[in-house]
T-cell receptor, first 115, second 111 residues
Framework: DAGVIQSPRHEVTEMGQEVTLRCKPI?????LFWYRQTMMRGLELLIY????????DSGMPEDRFSAKMPNASFSTLKIQPSEPRDSAVYFC?????????????FGPGTRLLVL | TQLLEQSPQFLSIQEGENLTVYCNSS?????LQWYRQEPGEGPVLLVT?????EVKKLKRLTFQFGDARKDSSLHITAAQPGDTGLYLC???????????FGKGTLLTVNP
């Protein structure tokens, strides 16, 4: 089975541009998470969804960030306008709530560089 | 303020040596997970511990959850180059859905 799929794998953009990151969770998983990883702050949870509904977006840095999940097999994280401090690796993860101890399966990440 | 402190931040050892890395917090967690992340990839779950004092073994890796559920350790016996990677601990309060990660220990095992 395919794991979590993220695209693009790498993105280089200029400050002020809009950036859209995409994620396809594992089929059948009902939770989806967006994380950001930097050397300074480590791995931080930005937002997570359950059954396509945002549950907790308290980790979203500011209004420039938005996330959507229009259906069970697709989610986007958008940054508009982008800034150099947004440079990081962004991970999407999914999990299935049918077990007592849920495992989060991470995608390979999108490495974002904002110049 | 980092909720989960991991130490050491960096560790470089020779193949065959033993090592222990730590994950400490002043907060109580309902469960704690350990992940390993290799360059260019996402973290992969190694183990989940949920009971204070619990010890779990995964081949050469031994994980322990503190009695008070505030800290955890990972011990690797006879480290191998394939153990190289970033080891992350993550704590959950209540449900396991919202995880707080430490910054990780970057382990290098030299052949």
């Amino acid at each position: 089975d395919a794991g979590v799929i993220q695209s693009p794998r790498h993105e280089v953009t200029e400050m002020g541009q809009e950036v859209t990151l995409r994620c396809k969770p594992i089929s059948g998983h009902d939770y989806l998470f967006w994380y950001r990883q930097t050397m300074m702050r480590g791995l931080e949870l930005l937002i997570y969804f359950n059954n396509n509904v945002p549950i907790d977006d308290s980790g979203m840095p500011e209004d420039r960030f938005s996330a959507k999940m229009p259906n069970a097999s697709f989610s986007t994280l958008k940054i508009q306008p982008s800034e150099p401090r947004d440079s990081a690796v962004y991970f999407c993860a999914s999990s299935f709530s049918g077990r007592t101890q849920e495992t989060q399966y991470f995608g390979p990440g999108t490495r974002l560089l904002v110049l | 303020t980092q909720l989960l402190e991991q130490s050491p931040q960096f560790l470089s050892i020779q193949e065959g040596e033993n090592l222990t890395v730590y994950c400490n917090s002043s907060s109580v967690f309902s469960s704690l997970q350990w992940y390993r992340q290799e360059p260019g990839e996402g973290p992969v779950l190694l183990v989940t511990v949920v009971t204070g004092g619990e010890v779990k073994k995964l081949k050469r890796l031994t994980f322990q959850f503190g009695d008070a559920r505030k800290d955890s350790s990972l011990h690797i016996t006879a480290a191998q180059p394939g153990d190289t990677g970033l080891y992350l601990c993550a704590g959950a309060k209540g449900s396991n859905y919202k995880l707080t990660f430490g910054k990780g220990t970057l382990l290098t095992v030299n052949p």
